[in-house]
């Protein structure tokens, strides 16, 4: 490329801060460059991250965009002039062109290689729409900062060498994606800084090693506090056993235990022993239900964060429900949106949609997976799906980014069995499980599977013939409201309570907190719920009943049944009518065959179904029957990996399916009724709003099928907020939120 030189001149990077002052584009690409290499430096990138961030608002030297800024300020607006081009070119040029992707996507987000590659062709013949433009912005950027045109080729990390064929593909996908995150961030970092006018807030990497400390000496007296169970003794024994681990190599662990062995404690001690030993910088738990990420966070706040509340956090929770925007909260809001944090709580939602974008906001983060160690509790929800993608890319973290795995579950699924982690070592925390859970096997099983079996004799049977406290899970939200209905009949008003997606988040959590309330003081409640309450939620039933489910749900159900151990033994009715509701879609139909097949009366014994042998069979047949086509478990996401497509991925990722379910907004309480409808309002504003509305209205919403959700449109009780959310205005029930059974309008609002 030719460019005149041009004498040195002030070019700026950004507008007027708070104390009146510009931001040079020479000390904002340096600023930025010296934060991408420190975080570039945790997976051998240091210098490619460096150069890339270096570059990434080369544009702005244009005289174009001076101008414009000058413009921008003066009335208000935007620049309006392209500057992420040169940027992208050089990165393209001296790098190679996946890493031209980075710079290019700085702002609108990861586009393709083919575009990047659309855009180095285009300018290297000369045919750039904006040629002049990059040409001139190159030539005076570099007049300041010479380094952005080095002599030769940007050294790339020295185990990119060793890549080859679809694995080596899929490397480099995560290489990029690691690579966006550093420089992300960094721009983020300091150019919040300049119009702060305030240093750059990067925290310093935590001491895990007194962390640890920390968490064994609180955790002795949080255990102190406890009521004494039968089991404490073999906690105690799982939890020295997992934590004594910790010294061994980083890599992919899997921790088998039965509900109620203490995986949140031992999970937790494991990871920041091992962080402590290895180096690794943070600890980073994942689950599947904000309801757990909200438990967990709870108990390890109490387990790490300083007493002295001027001191900083050490536990971020990061979900959509956390209210990040009070005063005591300011520190979360900043670092929830990098997670510059030694002890993350978050979701796998939030985790792998992260991961698998191609966002700025989204992915900001996920270069703090490096030299991490990620928990990944109640693995068995991981969609099937997705699975492909997912395990690659758990595979990558540990062998290119130096991050160790552990996968936690009562029902561990068997993912040795899938070629994404086939030849990876498989290293138990848990070595003799078999044991374990045999020693820690606290309910007995019994079946009710005739053609008699009814909702009306279930009924029967949970009301009047099963004690004062019982759980009972089904598996769709029209036969929990069904259930309740009935029960409420023969138990009375008061002491039948329900759980499902039909009701607000707020609606559930207080609900949840009530039965805790009413288990601890031995009062009488039947719950009936969706499996939503299955894994994590620390319930204690002594009698649990089941609808027929795939086999890791029958085991999570049972895991709420004498938990505690109080009782010699604890009773888990599996019942199926022929009239119940199942989710349609052929990964539960496979799930459903796959049980069908090794649990049950005549297959596994009909006490014992936490038969780990029938489990590990269960998991291969199940995954074999959902086929091998392209599609098969998200085999499609990493095909589009391979191919550098980081907009069809981000696309075709998606961990919750809202194909068949609406989000409905509920004002249950009128107090809420303001700020509610300023976040609705919040939407048609003409200003953007960011995501605070939206995660502000999470609590109050609930979900609809969509067919009703529509229903509820043309009837008139709801109405449309933006994209797919509704706003409710009919009847909510106060037990069992938007219940199907008792619309106002039944001519339109129908099941």
Known sequence: MEGSSSAVVPLWAHSRNVSGVRHTLEDHLRGSAVLARRFGSVFGA?????????????????????????????????????????GAWLAASHAGVPFGAVVQGHHGGLPSRQAVKDLVQAVESGTHRDQRLIEEAIARTAGLVPEILPPGRVPLPAWVATLAGPDGALARDLLVRMLFGCVVDADFLDTGAHFADTPVQVRADADMARLAAVFEERRRKALSRRRPSKIDGVRERVYEEVVGAATSAPGMYVLPAPTGAGKTFSSAGFALHHAAAHGHRRVVVAVPYTSITQQNARTYREMLDPEDPDLPRNVLEHHSSVDLDSP??????????????????????????????????????????????????????????????????????????????????ATQPDFWHLAQLDGLPRRQLVHEPAGLFEELRRVAYHWRTGADVTWESMADEIGRRSGNRTLTVVNTTKDAALLHRLLKKRVGEDTVLHLSTRMTAEHRAATIERVRALLENDEAVHVVSTQ????????????????????ESLQQAAGRCNREGHQDEGTVVVFRIHDAGQPRDSVYTAALEATAAHTGPGLADPDDLDDLDALNRYYPLRYTLQGSGPTAMGAHVDTLRTQLDFPAVHDAFRMIDDTHHQPVVVIRDEADRPAVEADIAAFTSPYPCGPEPLRRLQPHTARLPRHEATAALTAGLAEPVIGNLLLWNGAYHPQRGLDPEQPEDTTAFVI
């Open 532 to 551: 939503l309450i299955e894994a994590g939620v620390d319930l204690d039933f002594p009698r649990v009943f089941r609808a027929w489910a795939p086999a």
């Open 46 to 86: 240091g210098e490619l991250a460096e150069y890339l961030a270096l570059v990434h608002d080369t544009g702005k030297g244009s005289c174009a965009w001076q101008h414009g800024l000058d413009a921008a300020e003066r009335h208000k607006r935007g620049v309006g002039v392209p500057h992420k081009e040169a």
């Open 328 to 409: 005591s909260t300011a520190w979360a809001r900043t670092a929830a949106e990098n997670w510059d944090a030694p002890f993350v709580v978050t979701t796998t939602v939030q985790l792998f949609e992260s991961l698998f974008s191609n966002r700025p906001a989204a992915m900001r983060k996920v270069h703090r997976l490096a030299g991490a160690v990620v928990v990944l509790d109640e693995v068995q929800a991981l969609p099937d799906r997705l699975l492909v993608p997912i395990l690659s890319g758990l595979r990558g973290l540990v062998e290119h980014f130096g991050a160790t795995v552990v996968l936690a579950s």
